[in-house]
């Protein structure tokens, strides 16, 4: 039951000793951190290029929180987004939880949280003059893409 429990997570988890050496993974922290099961036992810090420590934070029962981190794996960096939660057995350090989110996922809830997306549609533009239609036209086509779009012009035109 446990062991489903942590699979069907979608962030990666690691469970660390008081060392921080890797005790046990989920399926997603394989995939994300590309982890395989000779670096059971091994440190956690070998899986991170960033200069944070988590093994010190571990030794010291020290956490943190959403932190971006950049992760190799094969010669490939990603930055992901993780936590390292200590995990405390009778006032002493037993080990660490580590959690690893996709950085994508992580903006992605940002946005539905803070709610940082457009309320408008192209169809809430009212004007149906063909410059205006012209517009809207090229503009739905920009949307479609993943190109940088610089819109200008006269301060108060409604860009």
Do not use: W
Request: glycine fraction near 10%; charged fraction near 25%; charge should be positive.
């Amino acid at each position: 039951y446990m062991d489903a429990l942590v699979e069907s997570d979608p962030r990666g988890i690691v469970t660390l000793d008081r060392q921080g050496h890797i005790v046990r993974f989920n399926k997603k922290a394989r995939e994300l951190l590309g982890l395989s099961d000779k670096k059971i036992g091994a440190d956690i810090d070998a899986c991170i290029v960033s200069k944070t420590s988590v093994s010190s934070y571990v030794r010291k029962g020290k956490g943190f929180s959403d932190r971006e981190l950049v992760f190799g794996a094969r010669g490939r960096e990603q930055a992901h987004i993780a936590s390292l939660d200590p995990l405390v057995k009778r006032g002493s350090v037993a080990g660490g939880l580590f959690t690893v989110m996709e950085q994508h996922r992580a903006m992605r809830l940002a946005y539905a949280i803070s709610g940082d997306q457009a309320a408008f549609t192209f169809s809430s533009i009212i004007g149906h003059s063909p410059a205006i239609r012209r517009s809207v036209h090229m503009a739905e086509a920009a949307a479609r893409s993943d190109v940088a779009i610089l819109i200008h012009g006269q301060t108060g035109t409604g860009k």
